[in-house]
């Protein structure tokens, strides 16, 4: 499987053969699924996740509802038209879902509905709210990688009780989070996040692979287990910028910038500063025909999160770039990000 690219040209990864059923049944004891599920698979083929939803489907045999490219309004049409218990989708597709007015969501029947199971990238604490309270409690979350395939899922009362949570470890599957010389921290301490299970890759094509720890692979991201064992990632590694010597992490800040009722959308990375070494720049694309205040956006921060996360630099756009699988790529973002 070729990783997502969002930093560079994607890598291939060497994905072992599943070994049994074993497998697939670490999926389905946190996202329940059934044989005679209509499963409508959204999220693209060559990805992991929409060639995970093939794969589970045809396992179980259960009926497929498959889609040559994705249309927000289309994938309510096929729900109502198949009755389909079970959407595979990546979270841009459901920001596009809610995206369409309500009146036009209103003509389809989704009552049948049983399971949306969604991966590919982090999902803001505030669409997952307005998507479970348009929909149901249907929504599962599985947080994973290429190279680790998944780490945790999130269950639908999990992320009602706690809309940031990746969710707990699948059956057969460790998880540890580590300091920097390998000992796993306590609850509620950030450090890296490692995971152990049956399909760990076996390295990329053009050589290297993870750092691994205790048969734990490390997936690259940052975060911590609170006390019910739920686990919160804080942000990839290289995501971290140290600004006036604060260790800070971009998803935080994202999280609490859509909470503005004008923000549609919104992606925060770390740029060069003279003074501080690294500073956040937010890109925000607001909803159609509402203003965003840049300052508005730094005094939240400022008084929710502390100076040192407030973005100087704010940036206005129509839409964020994002690669085939729905990821932001950051590379392509404007690089003028003079504060305004």
């Known amino acids: 499987m070729l990783t997502s690219g969002t930093t560079g040209t994607p890598k291939g990864a060497r994905r072992p053969t599943p070994k049994g059923p074993q497998d697939a049944a670490s999926v389905l004891s946190r996202i329940p699924l059934r044989s005679s599920d209509r499963i409508l698979v959204a999220a693209p083929v060559f990805h992991t996740w929409g060639l ?15 889609r040559r490219q994705f249309d927000p309004e289309d994938v309510l049409r096929a729900v109502a038209e198949h009755r389909c218990t079970a959407v595979f989708a ?18 389809y029947d989704t009552s049948s509905l049983r399971v949306v199971a969604c991966s590919g990238s982090a999902m803001s604490p505030k669409l997952i709210t307005e998507f479970m309270d348009e929909f149901g409690d ?5 947080y994973g990688s290429t190279e680790v395939s998944w780490a945790t899922i999130a269950t639908p009362e999990e992320m009602r009780r706690s809309p940031t949570t990746a969710g707990r470890p699948p059956l057969g599957t460790r998880l540890a989070v580590l300091d920097a010389d390998g000992v796993e921290v306590p609850p509620g301490t950030e450090g890296s996040i490692h995971v152990g299970n049956e399909m760990l890759f076996e390295g990329y094509t053009t050589g290297g692979t993870r750092d691994v720890a205790h048969g734990l692979m490390a997936t690259g991201d940052r975060g911590h287990v609170d006390g019910d064992g739920l686990l919160h990632v804080a942000g990839r590694d290289d995501d971290m910028i140290i600004s006036g010597g ?27 500063d003279e003074e501080f070494g690294h500073r956040f720049a937010a890109f925000v694309v607001p909803y159609e025909g509402r203003e965003v205040d840049p300052n508005e956006v730094r005094l939240l921060v400022r008084q929710e999160l502390g100076r040192f996360s407030v973005p100087r630099d704010v940036v206005l756009l129509d839409e964020l770039p994002r690669n085939a699988t729905g990821k932001v790529v950051k590379r392509r973002l404007p690089t003028d990000t003079a504060p305004r």
């Not at 990546?90 to 209103?106: H, K, Q, S, T």
């Not at 992490?249 to 919104?266: D, H």
């Open 138 to 142: 249907v929504l599962y979350n599985l």
């Open 246 to 272: 604060e260790n800070v992490f971009p998803r935080p800040v994202e999280e609490l910038i859509v909470t503005l009722p004008a923000v549609r959308e919104v992606v925060v990375t770390g740029v060069p």
């Open 90 to 107: 990546v979270p841009v597709m459901l920001r596009r879902i809610m995206d369409l007015p309500p009146r036009v969501r209103a003509r």
């Open 52 to 66: 995970a939803g093939v794969q589970l489907g045809m396992s179980m045999r259960a009926t497929l509802v498959m």
